[in-house]
């Protein structure tokens, strides 16, 4: 599965912003019809999406779009006209704030039918955002809901209202959180959807950091989401991009061990040993396996 370190949210009904973001290093590019399009521009945003989406270049990068939520008026237009007219193009659906399996099965069920119907010769994928107590709480079933589930998203501003957490911050995303808790705030919430993503082979992706002028905040952020077992993390903006990309590529330094492992336990296995030792320390299949998930990743980004 191609990276998706930075998944960069564009809104839906500003073509200028598009066009720039073909041009982006975003590894994702999601094409937002929910929280960043106001009501009254929906239709048009739906609109120009499909547009954009036609007529654009987008083979460097993944490209989705966000639905609005299934409870709305709206998501159902969303999902059969996107899928219609352009299925061919994007990788997956962003479905937000799923709280149960059926979400998943009634997306699921609807682009069998537009596959089927329009000759769409790759699964559309689903990604889930995971944005409420009662979502969190569903997240294994909500992963094996479909094998279009492809990643679990981190939704961090609803999630928070969800369960009724103080507002500390204009956005809501992530910002300042040190001045109230005195550690990560959300780590339990993040460390439960990346272990049910894991468990099922998926992604997990963190929320967006909400103050795109605070570098050293984005940073923080995700280093630490990074280091809790994120693929990468949602920008709201250009500038966040290129942190974002460097947090979650493999550093040289991790690269060089990781290319130690891997030829320790190649040694080791044609000498018939089971015991791997590297820089003298004991290595066991776990090791060898992130390591080798680590120079994959490390190859597709032609670091090596």
Same mark, same amino acid.
């Given at each position: 599965?191609?990276?998706?370190?930075?998944?960069?949210?564009?809104?839906?009904?500003?073509?200028?912003?598009?066009?720039?973001?073909?041009?982006?290093?975003?590894?994702?590019?999601?094409?937002?019809?929910?929280?960043?399009?106001?009501?009254?521009?929906?239709?048009?945003?739906?609109?120009?999406?499909?547009?954009?989406?036609?007529?654009?270049?987008?083979?460097?990068?993944?490209?989705?779009?966000?639905?609005?939520?299934?409870?709305?008026?709206?998501?159902?237009?969303?999902?059969?006209?996107?899928? #219609?007219?352009?299925?061919?193009?994007?990788?997956?659906?962003?479905?937000?704030?799923?709280?149960?399996?059926? !979400?998943?099965?009634?997306?699921?069920?609807?682009?069998? /039918?537009?596959?089927?119907?329009?000759?769409?010769?790759?699964?559309?994928?689903?990604?889930?955002?995971? #944005?409420?107590? #009662?979502?969190?709480?569903?997240?294994?079933?909500?992963?094996?809901?479909?094998? @279009?589930?492809?990643?679990?998203?981190?939704?961090?501003?609803?999630?928070?209202?969800?369960?009724?957490?103080?507002?500390?911050?204009?956005?809501?995303?992530?910002?300042? #959180?040190?001045?109230?808790?005195?550690?990560?705030?959300?780590?339990?919430?993040?460390?439960?959807?990346?272990?049910?993503?894991?468990?099922?082979?998926?992604?997990?992706? !963190?929320?967006?950091? /909400?103050?795109?002028?605070?570098?050293?905040?984005?940073?923080?952020?995700?280093?630490?989401?990074?280091?809790?077992?994120?693929?990468?993390?949602?920008?709201?903006?250009?500038?966040?991009? !290129?942190?974002?990309?460097?947090?979650?590529?493999?550093?040289?330094?991790?690269?060089?061990?990781?290319?130690?492992?891997?030829?320790?336990?190649?040694?080791?296995?044609?000498?018939?040993?089971?015991?791997?030792?590297?820089?003298?320390?004991?290595?066991?299949?776990?090791?060898?396996?992130?390591?080798?998930?680590?120079?994959?990743?490390?190859?597709?980004? @032609?670091?090596?």
């Amino acid at each position: 599965m191609k990276p998706r370190r930075s998944n960069l949210s564009v809104p839906g009904h500003l073509k200028k912003m598009h066009d720039k973001a073909s041009a982006s290093p975003a590894d994702v590019i999601m094409l937002d019809l929910e929280d960043s399009v106001p009501v009254d521009e929906k239709a048009n945003a739906r609109t120009q999406v499909i547009d954009s989406l036609l007529n654009l270049d987008w083979s460097r990068q993944t490209v989705t779009v966000r639905i609005n939520a299934l409870d709305s008026p709206f998501a159902y237009r969303d999902l059969l006209e996107v899928a #219609e007219q352009a299925g061919h193009i994007i990788d997956a659906i962003v479905i937000p704030k799923v709280n149960h399996p059926g !979400d998943i099965h009634f997306a699921d069920r609807l682009l069998d /039918g537009i596959e089927s119907s329009r000759k769409i010769p790759s699964p559309i994928g689903i990604e889930a955002s995971i #944005e409420t107590a #009662e979502g969190l709480s569903r997240a294994a079933e909500i992963a094996q809901a479909s094998s @279009r589930v492809r990643t679990l998203v981190f939704g961090i501003a609803d999630y928070s209202a969800s369960i009724g957490a103080r507002l500390v911050s204009i956005s809501g995303h992530g910002e300042k #959180e040190e001045e109230l808790y005195p550690g990560h705030r959300w780590h339990f919430a993040i460390s439960n959807m990346v272990m049910h993503a894991k468990a099922h082979g998926m992604l997990a992706i !963190d929320a967006p950091y /909400g103050n795109f002028k605070d570098a050293d905040g984005l940073r923080r952020s995700a280093v630490m989401a990074c280091a809790l077992g994120c693929d990468g993390k949602w920008a709201i903006h250009p500038s966040q991009i !290129d942190i974002i990309n460097e947090v979650f590529t493999p550093s040289a330094d991790e690269i060089a061990l990781a290319a130690k492992v891997i030829a320790a336990n190649a040694a080791a296995k044609a000498a018939g040993k089971g015991a791997i030792a590297v820089e003298g320390r004991m290595v066991d299949q776990a090791t060898v396996r992130l390591a080798t998930k680590l120079w994959e990743q490390a190859k597709y980004l @032609r670091l090596v």
